[in-house]
């Protein structure tokens, strides 16, 4: 299987259209329509299904999109990694993030060392801590930032500073917006969404057994679109604090939760994990810059797992 041929499968999905894919990649239709054939032969299977003007993907199909995605992504991040060896002025370093108003401090790093390595390139791949370390683990990412307690037996991690504050976040005219703190049974009732992983890592540490009490209606893994379906009135979003625009013309407020709940954020990479020249001097700048924050905020204290 080649990759060429792989990358000719993506824009085929992508246009929906052979003709179209073929005047993208500046080939032929009949050679394009021939490779596909020889693809589905390799694989024993029909990937599309072929319309008068149109092309559309089959349940195999489907499957390999997926899989020729990754496999394409891993190629160019190997490929990048090998052209970057010799290049000391920058490279590409990909992140895999959770939504945070802490990622402020990692956003500061970057900027500091883009000024010494103006040929930086950072991709950023926002989503939850199962998406992120699943990147992690496939080679996708260089390193991770997450919201819940690394595994020491498999990463090594900085912590970044301060803690994220959770909350309610509803329309401005619900009646739990006169309230200057939201305790667990004022939630009695009030339709809720969040995301997966804080049902089962953040919000038992909030209200204990009564969680399962929580009339949660659905779940999110950005804020973004959560946020949406509050101002639409579908429910109210339990999150960090300092993500949503809560002005008076945004119809949102945010309420703390009390007992105050707090979500810490830590950066980590793979045991053993090889490098490349500009993400392995990102670490060290990384390690320096949280090192010294904690001296200042912790008197001294340095929890680096590396």
Not at 16 to 43: M, N, V, W
Not at 102 to 127: C, D, E, N
Not at 141 to 157: G, M
Not at 234 to 260: I, N
Request: with cysteine.
């Amino acid at each position: 299987m080649e990759l060429r041929v792989l990358r000719y499968f993506i824009e085929v999905a992508r246009e929906g259209s052979i003709t179209g894919a073929a005047r993208t990649l500046h080939i032929s239709q009949p050679t394009l329509s021939k490779q596909l054939k020889g693809l589905e032969a390799e694989l024993g299977c029909k990937l599309f299904v072929r319309g008068n003007y149109n092309v559309h993907l089959t349940e195999e199909g489907i499957l390999l999109r997926k899989r020729a995605e990754d496999i394409l992504d891993m190629a160019d991040k190997t490929i990048g990694e090998f052209q970057s060896l010799n290049d000391l002025t920058g490279g590409d370093v990909r992140i895999g993030c959770a939504e945070s108003w802490l990622m402020r401090h990692l956003a500061g790093v970057l900027k500091q060392f883009r000024l010494q390595y103006p040929g930086l390139r950072f991709h950023i791949t926002s989503g939850d801590t199962r998406v992120v370390v699943n990147d992690l683990e496939q080679g996708l990412s260089d390193f991770a930032v997450i919201v819940e307690p690394p595994d020491l037996s498999r990463y090594n991690y900085l912590s970044l500073p301060g803690g994220d504050t959770w909350g309610l976040l509803m329309r401005a005219d619900n009646p739990l917006a006169q309230k200057p703190s939201i305790r667990p049974e004022d939630l009695q009732g009030v339709p809720l969404i969040t995301s997966p992983q804080s049902i089962h890592a953040d919000l038992p540490r909030w209200c204990g057994e009564t969680v399962d009490q929580l009339d949660i209606i659905g779940t999110i893994n950005l804020f973004y679109n959560g946020s949406v379906f509050v101002r639409e009135g579908l429910g109210c979003l339990l999150v960090f604090d300092r993500l949503a625009d809560v002005s008076r013309s945004s119809g949102l407020c945010f309420r703390p939760l009390s007992p105050r709940l707090e979500t810490k954020m830590y950066i980590i990479w793979k045991k053993y994990q090889i490098f490349t020249p500009i993400a392995e001097r990102l670490i060290d700048l990384l390690k320096q810059h949280f090192s010294e924050n904690r001296k200042t905020h912790e008197g001294g204290a340095n929890d680096s797992g590396s």
